[in-house]
């Protein structure tokens, strides 16, 4: 069996289901939570990998902790009143 995502335009959503209602054997519909919550979070969730691959095979472009923190303390310095 194979999953896909299909994005269907509103004129023939209906005509869509009655072709899959014949065929309800075959074919399941599921709505998927995720993207009811966030229609970008398999992006998000394949850019998550790829930046842990990038971490743990230290190809990740990474600054120090002393440089970050200093990073933001000059931030707030700019923004102080």
């Not at 896909?4 to 023939?12: G, M, N």
């Not at 209602?21 to 966030?38: A, P, Q, V």
């Not at 990038?54 to 440089?67: L, R």
């Amino acid at each position: 069996m194979h999953t896909l995502t299909v994005k269907i335009q509103d004129s023939v959503f209906q005509e869509f289901l009655n072709f899959v209602s014949k065929r309800k054997k075959n074919i399941e519909i599921t709505k998927d939570k995720n993207l009811e919550l966030d229609p970008y979070f398999y992006e998000r969730q394949e850019q998550l990998h790829q930046d842990l691959e990038e971490i743990e095979s230290g190809t990740a472009e990474m600054i120090s902790h002393n440089d970050m923190w200093s990073n933001i303390n000059n931030h707030l310095d700019t923004i102080k009143c």
